[in-house]
Nanobody, 125 residues
Framework: QLQLVESGGGLVQPGGSLRLSCAAS????????IAWFRQAPGKEREGLSC????????NYQESVKGRFTISRDNAMNTGYLQMDSLEPGDTAVYYC??????????????????WGRGTQVTVSS
C-alpha cells in the first residue's frame, strides 16, 4: 500500500488547463498502476485514466480521451494528470489511486487499494 497525496486542483475557466499531481510515499512505486477517478455531486465515481507500472499501458475513459493525458515519473514517485480543454462538466473531486499490477491497468476501482484524499477541480466562468 502507498500513501497518496493529490495536488494541483483549483478554479479554472472553461477551455483552460490544469495539471494534477499524485505524490506517493512508500517503496515499490514502480510496481503499482496509477489511476485517476473523479466524483461530482450527485454522480457516481468514474474512472478517467490509468497507467501501468512501467508506463507502457494507458487507458482513458472515452469522455476525456484527447483532452486528458496521464503520465508518471517513477524516479519521483509521482503520477500526473494533465487536463486540457476543461469543461464545466469536469467539475468534481479528483482522486488518484494505486494498485499492484504487473504492467497492466484497468479503470475499475476494486483494482486499487491505495487512495488519495482528493483535490477539488472547479471549471467555471
Amino acid at each position: 500500500q502507498l500513501q497518496l497525496v493529490e495536488s494541483g486542483g483549483g478554479l479554472v475557466q472553461p477551455g483552460g488547463s490544469l495539471r494534477l499531481s499524485c505524490a506517493a510515499s512508500g517503496f515499490r512505486f514502480d510496481h503499482f498502476a496509477i489511476a485517476w477517478f473523479r466524483q461530482a455531486p450527485g454522480k457516481e465515481r468514474e474512472g478517467l485514466s490509468c497507467i501501468s507500472s512501467s508506463g507502457t499501458v494507458i487507458n482513458y475513459q472515452e469522455s476525456v480521451k484527447g483532452r486528458f493525458t496521464i503520465s508518471r515519473d517513477n524516479a519521483m514517485n509521482t503520477g500526473y494528470l494533465q487536463m486540457d480543454s476543461l469543461e464545466p462538466g469536469d467539475t468534481a473531486v479528483y482522486y488518484c489511486a494505486a494498485g499492484l499490477a504487473d504492467n497492466w491497468c484497468v479503470l475499475s476501482a476494486p483494482n486499487y487499494n491505495s487512495w488519495g484524499r482528493g483535490t477539488q477541480v472547479t471549471v467555471s466562468s
